[in-house]
């Protein structure tokens, strides 16, 4: 045999010892393990109840259920992004009690152990901490967020406050004074503040984007925004535009 023979089935070798195998079912970076899976909550305004339900590669059903509180009167609820760690899964639940007075805010983390038969679920309450907001039974209470924060008001008057997700480090938004209305935000992450006759638009990194009169709000992509909000033909606005860093 030649030795030219010899370095062709070298090669050969080479390369298929270089071709990976890949199982059928194998999960790939881009895909989370819960990803036939959700949660579903229900209940009153004192107290909230989950279950998980879907499929795994090899089963299917509800594999979890759990309660959340006691609380006064909750306000507004929201799920945090997931943080995927292998089959592991955890995010927060943050839920606003604004009966409560002054408002509390409760952000329990969820956690989602996942095989190929099961779903192992657990929620626990990690953190409790009282907002500078004035609650009680009457009060309504608004929230949205972004990757880095959140952003919670009432419309008792108080000024609203941003919320730091990785520290819970609270700063009063002080751009505009009085209760809040609503507050809204998009998929790239700007959240959009509206009180009486004002609104202030913040951008990812939390920075002062615009502000101006009338009411204004940002839409998101999986939840619509009802009618209601249009409360009749908006005075012009009267902007003031910021880039933050």
């Not at 927060?92 to 989602?112: E, F, M, Q, R, W």
């Not at 309504?140 to 009432?154: D, E």
């Amino acid at each position: 045999m030649s030795r030219q023979t010899y370095s062709l089935l070298a090669l050969a070798v080479v390369f298929s010892f270089a071709v990976p195998v890949i199982p059928l079912h194998a999960q790939t970076p881009s895909t989370p393990p819960d990803l036939d899976l959700y949660t579903t909550y229900s209940g009153t305004y004192g107290a909230l109840d989950w279950i998980v339900c879907g499929s795994t590669s090899e089963s299917s059903g509800c594999y979890g259920s759990g309660s959340l509180g006691p609380f006064v009167a909750i306000g507004a609820m929201l799920e945090g992004n997931p943080v995927v760690n292998g089959n592991v899964v955890t995010r927060a639940i943050y839920i606003v009690d604004s009966g409560a007075n002054p408002v509390v805010l409760y952000v329990y983390t969820k956690t989602d152990t996942v095989t190929a038969t099961f779903d192992t679920v657990s929620v626990k309450l990690t953190n409790t901490i009282s907002l500078p907001l004035t609650g009680g039974t009457d009060a309504s209470a608004s929230m949205a967020a972004n990757s880095r924060f959140l952003f919670i008001g009432t419309d008792e008057g108080d000024t609203p406050v941003r919320v730091t997700k990785s520290n819970l480090h609270l700063q009063r938004l002080t751009d505009f004074s009085g209760g809040t209305l609503s507050i809204t935000s998009d998929q790239y992450g700007y959240v959009s503040v509206e009180q009486v006759g004002a609104f202030t638009v913040y951008g990812p990194n939390g920075t002062l984007q615009e502000d101006g009169g009338g009411d204004q709000f940002l839409l998101g992509t999986t939840q619509a925004m009802p009618g209601s909000a249009l409360v009749g033909s908006p005075a012009q606005s009267a902007l003031h535009v910021t880039r933050g860093n």
